[in-house]
């Protein structure tokens, strides 16, 4: 059975640094992409960008990039969202998702429970 | 600013059959068999309902279908059930950056 487990919630201030973690089980790791996804308080859905753990080849939406960093450990089956400097605004849940990309394919098939950041002074 | 737009909301009876739209552009919906559609309940992780504009997952409802015409895709539940009333968001994948965009998301409600 496919599952991602994401990390549990987190309480930070504005400026900490954080990173959040989704581990993979159920299906060769390395061979699908990981996305990561941020819902902010009672709003839709934003794709942030994935991974490719087989060779760690990262995608990144422009309103993401340089704001975070996505990473992988193929040994541990796990893929890591990580903040150096946290704001208030960055307050939301986080999905990671398993995606399904090979040819003729592109969805989000798995999904993580979803890992709640609060950063709040 | 979604990349994709659905409407706000949507409503039906018990047993009717209802169709979200999502329209996007040449660039997303409009040229690639790419789109997908997930339902997320509350307080829950979104769950992938439709993908490649039709196919359903194993353990989807056939009463959950998807199409698409032109730059819009639709989404449509036939026999309403009160378990269907959640939030509905399409997907596509994009030529043009971000390569992933959702729709901003509608809500569905059983009367």
């Known amino acids: 059975e496919v599952q991602l487990v994401q990390s549990g919630a987190e309480v930070k201030k504005p400026g900490e640094s954080l990173k959040i973690s989704c581990k993979g089980s159920?299906?060769?790791?390395?061979?699908?992409?990981i996305a990561w996804v941020r819902q902010m308080p009672g709003k839709g859905l934003e794709w942030m960008g994935s991974i490719y753990p087989a060779d760690f080849e990262t995608r990144y939406s422009p309103s993401f990039q340089g704001q975070v960093t996505i990473s992988a450990d193929r040994s541990i089956s796990t893929a890591y969202l990580q903040w150096n400097s946290l704001k208030a605004s960055d307050t939301a849940i986080y999905y990671c998702?398993?995606?399904?990309?090979?040819?003729?394919?592109?969805?989000?098939?798995?999904w993580g429970q979803g890992t709640l950041v609060t950063v709040s002074s | 600013h979604s990349a994709l737009t659905q409407p706000a909301s949507v409503s039906g009876s018990p047993g009717q059959s209802i169709t979200i739209s999502c329209t996007g552009t040449?660039?997303?919906?409009?040229?690639?068999?790419?789109v997908s559609w997930y339902q997320q309940h509350p307080g829950k992780a979104p769950k992938l309902m439709i993908y490649?504009?039709?196919n359903r997952p194993s353990g989807v409802s056939n009463r959950f279908s998807g199409s698409k015409s032109g730059n819009t895709a639709s989404l449509t539940i036939s026999g309403l059930q009160a378990e269907d009333e959640a939030d509905y968001y399409c997907?596509?994948?994009?030529?043009?950056?971000?390569?992933?965009?959702f729709g901003g998301g509608t809500k569905l409600t059983v009367l």
């Open positions: 997907s596509s994948y994009s030529s043009r950056s971000p390569i992933v965009v």
């Open positions: 040449s660039s997303d919906v409009g040229g690639y068999n790419y």
């Open positions: 490649d504009v039709s």
């Open positions: 998702a398993r995606q399904e990309t090979s040819v003729g394919h592109n969805y989000f098939d798995y």
């Open positions: 159920g299906y060769i790791f390395a061979t699908y992409w």
